[in-house]
């Protein structure tokens, strides 16, 4: 994964160079836009003057690991009981966050009605029923959804 990262990173700088080298060229389009190009072949095109891009080689690997060996660990230390107050804070909101979401659903299910809720005074046409008990699927959707996630993130806690 990181290889093929700085691989990326390596690519991109070279293309980025290369272009600078030929030149950048701003083009104008009859409509209007305007586009950068590495060519100014077409009408509309003129050269930018553009200052060289400076770069700074790296440190080699093992100056910069014995540097990180010289700090300890990258990570600060944690007491246990600190964390284990942190678990629980966690674990509470986690709690509170399931209880909110399961009354919402709760409430969503009875304004549904098994897929008939009651019509609103302003839905005379029934495409907007229809849209609204669409919305209200979503969002029975969006809640129980929510519900896996915060059940999934509890149990990974225990």
């Known amino acids: ?3 093929s990262i700085v691989f990326a990173l390596v690519f991109a700088a070279s293309m980025t160079s290369q272009a600078l080298a030929q030149g950048v060229y701003l083009c104008s389009q009859p ?5 950068y190009r590495n060519t100014g072949d ?4 003129r050269k930018l003057e553009l200052e060289a891009i400076s770069t700074i080689p790296s440190t080699s690997n093992s100056s910069s690991q014995a540097k990180l060996e010289g700090l300890g ?9 600190v964390q284990k107050r942190r678990d629980q804070d ?3 909101i ?13 409430e969503l299910k009875k304004e549904f009605q098994n897929g008939e809720p009651e019509r609103q005074g302003n839905e005379r ?4 029923y229809q849209d609204r008990v669409a919305m209200m699927k979503e969002e029975m959707q969006r809640a129980e959804k929510n519900l896996e996630a915060l059940r999934r993130e509890i149990s990974q806690l225990k």
């Open 90 to 92: 966690r674990m509470q």
């Open 1 to 3: 994964m990181k290889s």
């Open 94 to 106: 986690l709690l509170d966050e399931v209880r909110t979401e399961e009354g919402k659903l709760a």
């Open 42 to 45: 077409t009408r509309g095109c």
């Open 31 to 35: 409509n209007g836009t305007r586009e």
């Open 73 to 81: 660990s990258p990570f600060p230390k944690i007491e246990a009981q």
């Open 125 to 128: 046409n029934y495409a907007k």
